[in-house]
């Protein structure tokens, strides 16, 4: 590799005071010499201690009084590194309401939603993350909530529906509906009809999707409605509707998408064609006059 891979394991000592910061490297190339600060948070106050990571494993000791909340390994987060960091989940809790940067609450939300079905803190942290006043945090809570789970789905809900009315950001509002949607809940429907009216085309989609869950024929005539003003995102979902409940006709906008898409982004609608070939039965010459 050409980047560090790095292994951060903590070994605290209470008799003596004493925390031990273990720090490996794991990479198949040659060692770095990494600056790094650590942050030692404890009983409210923060202090700071500037390392250098050089050898194969590297271990630094450092005197607390009171047992830490948060060993911050990388704590201004400018590494260029893979990292696994053995922190528990209650230093991610801590770290996720005391660090200061997006990149520590990112780690902490990212953390805790592995162990938001054992451990409440863990979903706690998941939840608060739905309101955190960076919208793309949001969003990271938003998709990886566990909505099987029925103690978190209960909870999470009214969150995700404020958002999807009201976030002041789009692509917040376009994740609420799309998890809102993988719901299927009839409840829901009246949401989805009034995103149809966003400005965004993303929203936009997330509704016609939610709707397409839930009433297919509804999700048509929308589809139909909004075809000649769509672009980007709401293209893609009028062609899931018509790939799953168009006619021939309808086949001829999914194609035309094929045709208008750069290389990199056909793969998808060619996809929504064959699936509407297969789901609707399309003669033979039909289809190869699609295809080709």
């Not at 005197?63 to 960091?85: F, G, I, M, R, W």
């Not at 290389?263 to 699936?275: E, F, R």
């Amino acid at each position: 590799n050409s980047y560090p891979v790095l292994d951060i394991n903590y070994h605290y000592d209470d008799a003596a005071k004493k925390v031990q910061v273990i720090i490996q490297q794991n990479q198949d190339a040659h060692l770095f010499k990494l600056p790094i600060a650590i942050d030692i948070s404890a009983n409210g106050n923060k202090t700071r201690h500037h390392v250098w990571v050089e050898d194969q494993t590297d271990t630094f000791t450092f005197n607390y009084e009171t047992h830490p909340d948060l060993v911050n390994v990388d704590a201004d987060k400018v590494l260029l590194a893979k990292k696994t960091d053995h922190k528990t989940i209650d230093n991610y809790i801590f770290q996720y309401h005391h660090a200061p940067l997006y990149l520590d609450r990112r780690e902490a939300i990212e953390a805790c939603s592995k162990e938001q079905d054992t451990n409440d803190g863990a979903k706690e942290i998941l939840l608060s993350a739905l309101k955190d006043k960076y919208y793309g945090l949001r969003i990271i809570a938003i998709n990886n909530l566990d909505m099987n789970n029925e103690n978190i789905k209960t909870a999470a809900v009214p969150i995700i529906k404020e958002i999807a009315k009201q976030d002041p950001k789009a692509p917040a509002r376009a994740a609420a509906l799309a998890v809102l949607g993988d719901l299927k809940d009839d409840s829901l429907l009246t949401l989805f009809q009034q995103a149809l009216n966003d400005s965004s085309y993303g929203v936009e989609a997330a509704g016609l999707t939610g709707i397409e869950n839930l009433q297919p024929a509804m999700a048509y005539e929308n589809a139909h409605r909004l075809q000649s003003g769509a672009r980007g995102d709401l293209v893609a979902a009028i062609c899931e509707v018509y790939a799953a409940d168009g006619n021939e006709n309808d086949f001829q906008f999914i194609s035309k998408n094929v045709q208008d898409q750069s290389n990199y982004n056909k793969l998808p609608y060619i996809t929504l064609l064959l699936s509407a070939m297969v789901n609707h039965s399309i003669n033979t010459d039909t289809a190869k006059s699609y295809l080709d």
